[in-house]
């Protein structure tokens, strides 16, 4: 199983970014995804999630109605669309996925996403 993540960077406060994670080594589409934050000096914080056929996704409540996770099953990708950015969304995210006894049993590396003006 591998998960990397890409499309990180830093922002100005009010942009966006679109974070990439590319899935190998199992059936992608038979899983639920996530996408989790550790901001610095903290632990992981879950952000969202998106069920196996895609579709709405679910959120963490400081995120909602700027964040929108997405998966493209045909090319075994997660995304998480982030507009609005704030300083406090600053952070290394990482995507995960959710194993059969709703563990999140494999994580990638994580990508740095910086908001600062």
């Known amino acids: 199983v591998q998960l990397v993540e890409s499309g990180g960077g830093e922002v100005q406060p009010g942009g966006s970014l679109r974070l990439s994670c590319a899935a190998s080594?199992?059936?992608?589409?038979?899983?639920?995804m996530s996408w989790f934050r550790q901001a610095p000096g903290e632990k992981p914080a879950w952000v969202s999630s998106?069920?196996?056929?895609?579709?709405?996704?679910i959120y963490t409540d400081s995120v909602k109605g700027r964040f929108t996770t997405s998966r493209d099953n045909a090319k075994n990708t997660l995304y998480l669309q982030m507009d609005s950015l704030k300083p406090e969304d600053t952070a290394v995210y990482y995507c995960t996925r959710v194993g059969p006894n709703e563990e999140f049993d494999y994580w990638g590396q994580g990508t740095q996403v910086t908001v600062s003006s």
């Open positions: 080594g199992f059936a992608f589409s038979d899983y639920t």
């Open positions: 998106i069920g196996r056929a895609g579709g709405a996704g």
